[in-house]
């Protein structure tokens, strides 16, 4: 395993950076709501710490929030998007403006699972694209799932890392201004992705002119 | 005397992508990495134009911003940021943002934004243009 660099850290921060503003303002154009960022930032940690890393980034990460989606391609990976519990009624009614019809509520259930998968769905999707076409490199997703935070610990069992594995982590923190909702997006690409990332960065950042 | 110009911006990256649209020989270049240090930049170095990221630590563009106009309504303050939100923009531009410039920087843009605020670098702009076409 070789670390990245710091030129190479700050290059993804950056690119994470300029990726996440785009999905920002894709979200804006959906539901009126206007979004805080903050910088992003980028982590190498071993793949087995994740759970523990999230724990740290998190408060009360097991009764949290959270959409999970794995992506494939030039970089493998996968990114978790989580919010503090009681977010998809908040997130609901931002999407249901003007239209406050009551739900039976099993019906409700199902629309805030929709409205966190949908929220994710864009963040997660304009991030990943602006980032993968500023790097000039290409990924394909697997449908985003909603689970709670106390099933992240068996997934990321389930996922196959070694104690050798390492993982970039970015992770960057949001809020939805005026509407007391904000998350955290981390994304964790696998090791043998590092190569890849690494490349393209370098493309990026001589590249660029 | 050479123009004085001020970047101010978290990551090294973006600061790099910058100054590689600038001409260098020609201005007298400081950089800051946040917005406390853009403030105490502005007010020691008096800067011809600054350029100023808004997403940062400790203190970001926003307040920075808010606080250099504040104290210095002349100023021109070209903000470059990623993000590109329309409150985004309106909030800048309320602010007293001289420009908006989206990440990452174009060159023509850069220069535009350079000459219209410092018209006497219109013969270094140039050269550098064809410096590196």
């Given at each position: 395993m070789n670390p990245i660099t710091d030129e190479e850290r700050d290059a993804l921060q950056e690119v994470m950076n300029i990726s996440f503003g785009q999905a920002a303002a894709q979200l804006a154009e959906v539901i009126d709501v206007f979004i805080r960022l903050e910088a992003p930032e980028v982590e190498l940690i071993p793949a087995l710490g994740i759970v523990d890393y999230l724990a740290r980034n998190v408060s009360g990460v097991a009764k949290a929030q959270c959409v999970h989606q794995e992506f494939r391609g030039d970089g493998d990976g996968m990114a978790f998007l989580l919010f503090p519990p009681g977010t998809e009624r908040r997130l609901l009614s931002l999407f249901q403006a003007g239209n406050e019809d009551r739900h039976e509520s099993d019906i409700l259930l199902e629309l805030e699972s929709e409205v966190l998968l949908e929220v994710a769905n864009i963040l997660i999707g304009a991030c990943m694209g602006q980032m993968m076409q500023l790097l000039d490199r290409h990924v394909t997703y697997l449908p985003p799932r909603a689970m709670a935070g106390d099933r992240l610990s068996d997934l990321l069992s389930d996922a196959?890392?070694?104690?050798d594995d390492y993982t970039i982590t970015v992770r960057t923190h949001f809020q939805f201004e005026d509407r007391a909702v904000s998350g955290r997006l981390f994304l964790v690409y696998r090791e043998h992705s590092l190569g890849n990332i690494r490349e393209a960065l370098h493309e990026f950042l001589h590249g660029y002119a | 005397m050479k123009p004085r110009v001020l970047i101010v911006d978290d990551s090294a990256t973006a600061r790099l992508f910058l100054r590689r649209h600038l001409p260098l020989e020609s201005i007298d270049l400081r950089e800051a990495t946040n917005g406390q240090e853009a403030i105490s930049q502005f007010e020691e170095f008096s800067p011809d134009i600054m350029f100023l990221d808004?997403?940062?630590?400790?203190?970001?563009g926003f307040e920075a911003l808010e606080r250099i106009m504040g104290d210095h309504p002349e100023a021109k303050v070209i903000v470059l940021t990623s993000d590109v939100q329309q409150r985004t923009i309106e909030r800048i531009r309320a602010l007293g943002a001289y420009r908006f410039l989206k990440k990452p920087p174009r060159e023509s843009e850069v220069h535009g934004a350079l000459l219209s605020a410092v018209p006497q670098l219109a013969g270094a702009v140039d050269a550098d243009k064809d410096h590196t076409t």
């Open positions: 196959g890392f070694t104690q | 808004l997403t940062m630590p400790i203190m970001d």
